[in-house]
């Protein structure tokens, strides 16, 4: 097992998807929190101090800009991944602009996840 320290949040409202990706993840060697709300986010980061947070766009059917920002100024450092099944070109541009580090669509592709996991876990101190 690989990457034990590495502390990731999932935030989503689709069940299946969070638990196909905690087992996943988890059997990697990585930390998985998730939570379903969108209010309990910035209560996660606060104490459980996740290294990168896996944000879906439309969260509840929400657009989830403004809790990227909340997150930044919360921690500037924590990279935040918005992850959608079906988000426009300038819904992922305006995530971006909004303080997202990188945008994915949602899929089982378990790889590219790592990857993005990899990718901005080794950024982070």
């Given at each position: 097992?690989k ?53 879906d ?8 800009l403004?809790?990227?920002?909340n ?7 924590l990279?935040?991944v918005?992850?959608t ?35 901005f876990?080794?950024?982070t101190?």
């Amino acid at each position: 097992m690989k990457n034990k320290r590495v502390h990731i949040l999932l935030v989503d409202d689709d069940q299946s998807f969070v638990e196909i990706m905690q087992f996943y993840l988890e059997r990697q060697g990585y930390k998985v929190s998730y939570t379903f709300y969108l209010e309990k986010v910035l209560e996660i980061i606060k104490t459980q101090n996740p290294d990168i947070v896996f944000l879906d766009l439309r969260l509840s059917m929400k657009n989830n800009l403004k809790i990227i920002q909340n997150i930044k100024e919360l921690n500037s450092r924590l990279p935040v991944v918005v992850i959608t099944a079906y988000g426009s070109s300038k819904e992922l541009e305006t995530a971006c602009s909004a303080g997202a580090d990188h945008v994915m669509l949602k899929s089982s592709d378990f790889e590219e996840f790592e990857q993005t996991v990899n990718r901005f876990a080794s950024k982070t101190p």
